[in-house]
């Protein structure tokens, strides 16, 4: 097949769209396919193609999480996707890129896939900084009307989880909503022994010793992710070793910087900005337990990828993790930083033999979520959608 990917975030962007888009693109070329990703890049002005990917021009946009706004209007773009030959057209986002792979299927009367990574309802706050009730419910009608709208040229819709698609179906939505997780190249996440000088690297960056509890947050530094949770958590922890590693970069990564220094936890709680990539695996790998009091997860990458690297997780979303949490094996759950505090209280008093086993146990757990299925299952979706079948 002839298969079109098109985004509104693509790299050097690093978040779960990117990671799902990646992982697809190349097993889907692993099983012989021909792939073509469509997006955008910071330049205003410069259309750019390269081997089998074409990047139109974009502004960055604080608001819309970092992602680049394209115009869905380019006729130029639009001669080279016909060039393409595409058999079908899967879209992973809602913006300029995203509308204009929606036109691009209609015109090419091929069927369009969409994926619908992010429950938008959940970042309403950043439209609403005052969190006005009417205005808060007015801004989540939108969401649905408009997710309504840009689900119903699809042949098939995809969630990641259970939970996205129930919410779909809350809104109205009447096409066919397939679950297909998104899978992982889980082996990016094994601890090994070649990692270790990068491992050490870091340590010393953060100035970590061998003695201290390390819990680990990877993601978005943005409001929805309830970062203050952890932080007040660690209000009443100054008499125990333990230390809180904050990666990723967002519109929100100041005032979480303002707030630690306020609650005076500089020694306690560490903020890295962006890391590149491919470091990635080696935060998690250095850490104890992953830590994330997020409620707006469709799936939750991050909890798979932090199990896959040997870390147990802390969460609060059940919706999410009900599969990958299993209590005092592969982690634990929480509500609130004072529940999030005792938890951490108690993987300090855990002997290394018993940490170790809650390490091995959670790589275990998330097995069923490697790359192979995720590929499979979307791979024959694409075949079922050109055959015209339900």
């Known amino acids: 097949m002839r298969i079109g990917i098109f985004s509104d975030t693509y790299f050097p962007d690093i978040n779960g769209v990117v990671t799902s888009l990646e992982t697809l693109r190349l097993g889907l070329i692993e099983r012989g396919h021909e792939v073509f990703v469509v997006a955008n890049h910071n330049k205003l002005f410069e259309l750019e193609q390269k081997d089998h990917l074409l990047l139109l021009p974009g502004l960055e946009l604080k ?52 994926t619908y990574h992010t429950t938008w309802e959940d970042y309403t706050h950043y439209i609403n900084p005052m969190h006005m009730k009417t205005v808060e419910k007015g801004s989540k009608n939108l969401v649905a009307i408009l997710s309504k709208s840009l689900c119903k040229p699809a042949r ?13 179906i809350s809104y109205g939505v009447k096409q066919a909503i397939k679950v297909i997780p998104t899978g992982l190249d889980l082996d990016r996440f094994e601890v090994t022994d070649a990692g270790h000088q990068q491992r050490l690297v870091i340590k010393q ?144 008093e855990m002997s290394y033999e018993e940490l170790d086993r809650m390490k091995k146990r959670a790589v275990q757990q998330v097995k069923p979520y490697d790359k192979e299925y995720f590929v499979e299952a979307i791979e024959d979706l694409y075949l079922r959608a050109i055959a015209n079948e339900g």
């Open 205 to 348: 960056k953060y100035n970590l010793g061998d003695d201290e509890l390390i819990l680990i947050f990877v993601g978005r530094i943005g409001e929805e992710k309830g970062l203050d949770i952890l932080i007040d958590a660690f209000v009443d922890l100054c008499d125990i070793n333990v230390k809180l590693l904050i990666v990723g970069g967002g519109p929100q990564l100041k005032n979480y910087q303002d707030l630690i220094v306020d609650k005076g936890l500089q020694s306690q709680i560490i903020m890295t900005d962006k890391v590149p990539n491919v470091e990635v695996p080696y935060y998690y790998q250095l850490a104890d337990a992953f830590v994330s009091a997020s409620m707006t997860e469709t799936q939750g990458l991050t909890f798979i990828e932090a199990m896959a690297s040997g870390c147990p997780v802390l969460g609060s979303d059940i919706a999410v993790l009900e599969d990958l949490v299993i209590s005092g094996e592969t982690g634990y759950m929480f509500n609130g930083s004072k529940e999030l505090e005792l938890l951490i209280r108690k993987l300090n």
């Open 156 to 168: 098939f819709v995809v969630t990641p989880s259970l939970k996205t698609k129930e919410l779909l």
């Open 63 to 114: 608001w819309t999480f970092n992602n680049k706004m394209s115009i869905p209007y380019n006729l130029r773009a639009e001669k080279i996707i016909e060039t393409m030959k595409l058999d079908v057209i899967h879209v992973q986002t809602e913006f300029g890129i995203g509308l204009l792979a929606r036109r691009m299927a209609k015109k090419l009367q091929i069927p369009l896939i969409y």
